[in-house]
């Protein structure tokens, strides 16, 4: 995390900017998330400034903690698509629903009660939120699946890493 690279108050235009650490609060389906992120304050008139990269983590943890808690109302499933930075026709896709039942499900016309695709949801959001995307790459590629050479070489040290995990 880091503070902006701000030299002057964008409303009062003072040059007064002191790094600071300031609690961000989000409410997402009347729960409050909150978190201390760096920022640099106006010591004029009070005003906050956060990097983009920091809000977008703060909201992918909301996400994730949303996700890992299993709440997927309405409210939760739009905020966690946002998080995701995925359009709605986009997450659809991957989740192999119409855009328009993904968008009954975030204006709370719908219930999602599709267990699979909660659990799909909470994988996309877990993987994005640990810098991976693994899950989104191997949803992308069962829509528009790749060809597999008719002979497939298996690297010596994917099998030996499979040793210990069939150990267990």
């Not at 026709?89 to 909660?118: F, I, Y």
Request: with cysteine; charged share 30%.
């Amino acid at each position: 995390m880091s503070t902006p690279k701000l030299r002057n108050c964008i409303r009062c235009e003072s040059d007064r900017l002191v790094d600071a650490k300031v609690e961000r609060v989000r409410e997402v389906t009347g729960r409050l998330f909150s978190t201390v992120l760096p920022a640099r304050r106006c010591a004029n008139c009070g005003e906050e400034y956060f990097t983009l990269a920091d809000l977008a983590r703060f909201d992918l943890a909301v996400a994730r903690s949303l996700a890992d808690a299993g709440v997927f109302d309405a409210p939760a499933v739009l905020f966690m698509r946002k998080a995701l930075g995925l359009p709605a026709k986009d997450l659809a896709a991957l989740l192999d629903v119409r855009a328009e039942t993904l968008s009954r499900w975030e204006n709370g016309k719908t219930p999602l009660v599709d267990r699979p695709v909660k659990a799909v949801l909470h994988q996309l959001v877990s993987d994005r939120a640990a810098g991976a995307s693994t899950t989104e790459s191997y949803l992308r590629s069962l829509v528009k699946p790749r060809r597999l050479a008719k002979r497939v070489k298996v690297a010596a040290r994917e099998v030996a890493a499979l040793e210990q995990v069939t150990r267990e």
